[in-house]
């Protein structure tokens, strides 16, 4: 993942969120933060369609009936991949210090068009609700992916992120 714009986003900071990130990195799908404004809580960010994709390079394509395209569960997984860009570099909820995160629900999933092979996936993430206290955060997003102008997927998800939270029983 690469960050052209520096501040608190810059390589170091990113490399520092990759390596100790709940998940490896081939689960996490986004390649380029764009831009993130801390005070209105939005990141920008970019997918490239061509990377390997797990569900994504299970499917049988057939370009009139099922072009090859971005699945709806990968663009569900890029939606947790901004929360938590959102809980690490926002509120602090750094995985290294005893934070985890879920998401908690989907309000709403909108898949309005096919996410295409090729062109770069353009990601907008925006929190809409915070309550944030010293060990958990709950925040809500609004998500909007777009692919050559068109909106290929809108979002209404809350997650939920803990501090040294013992998740062994429920």
Same mark, same amino acid.
């Given at each position: 993942?690469?960050? %052209?714009?520096?501040? %608190?986003?810059?390589? +170091? $900071?990113? $490399?520092?969120?990759?390596?100790t990130f709940?998940y490896?990195?081939? !689960?996490?799908?986004?390649? +380029?933060?764009?831009?993130?404004d !801390?005070e /209105?809580?939005? @990141?920008? /960010?970019?997918?490239?369609?061509?990377?390997? =994709?797990? @569900? &994504?390079?299970c499917q049988?394509?057939d370009p009139?009936?099922?072009p /090859?395209h971005?699945?709806?569960?990968?663009?569900?997984?890029?939606?947790?991949?901004? *929360?938590c860009?959102? !809980?690490y570099?926002?509120? *602090?909820?750094r995985?290294? +210090?005893g934070?985890?995160?879920? &998401?908690s629900r @989907?309000?709403?999933?909108?898949?309005?068009d096919?996410?295409r @092979?090729g062109p %770069?996936?353009?990601?907008?993430?925006e929190?809409?609700?915070t309550?944030? &206290?010293?060990?958990?955060?709950? =925040?809500?997003? $609004?998500?909007?992916f777009?692919?050559?102008?068109r909106?290929?997927?809108?979002?209404d998800q809350? $997650?939920?992120?803990?501090?040294? /939270?013992?998740?062994? +029983?429920g």
């Amino acid at each position: 993942m690469t960050n %052209p714009k520096g501040g %608190p986003f810059g390589d +170091e $900071a990113l $490399a520092h969120f990759l390596e100790t990130f709940l998940y490896t990195q081939d !689960a996490f799908f986004v390649d +380029e933060v764009l831009s993130a404004d !801390a005070e /209105a809580r939005v @990141i920008t /960010a970019r997918m490239d369609t061509t990377r390997h =994709l797990p @569900i &994504g390079s299970c499917q049988r394509v057939d370009p009139k009936r099922h072009p /090859a395209h971005v699945s709806g569960p990968e663009l569900i997984l890029l939606t947790g991949n901004l *929360g938590c860009l959102h !809980a690490y570099f926002f509120h *602090g909820c750094r995985w290294d +210090e005893g934070w985890s995160g879920f &998401g908690s629900r @989907i309000h709403r999933a909108d898949f309005r068009d096919l996410t295409r @092979i090729g062109p %770069p996936l353009l990601l907008r993430s925006e929190e809409t609700k915070t309550r944030v &206290g010293p060990k958990r955060a709950v =925040l809500r997003f $609004a998500y909007e992916f777009t692919q050559e102008g068109r909106v290929v997927y809108r979002g209404d998800q809350s $997650a939920m992120f803990v501090k040294d /939270a013992d998740l062994t +029983e429920g």
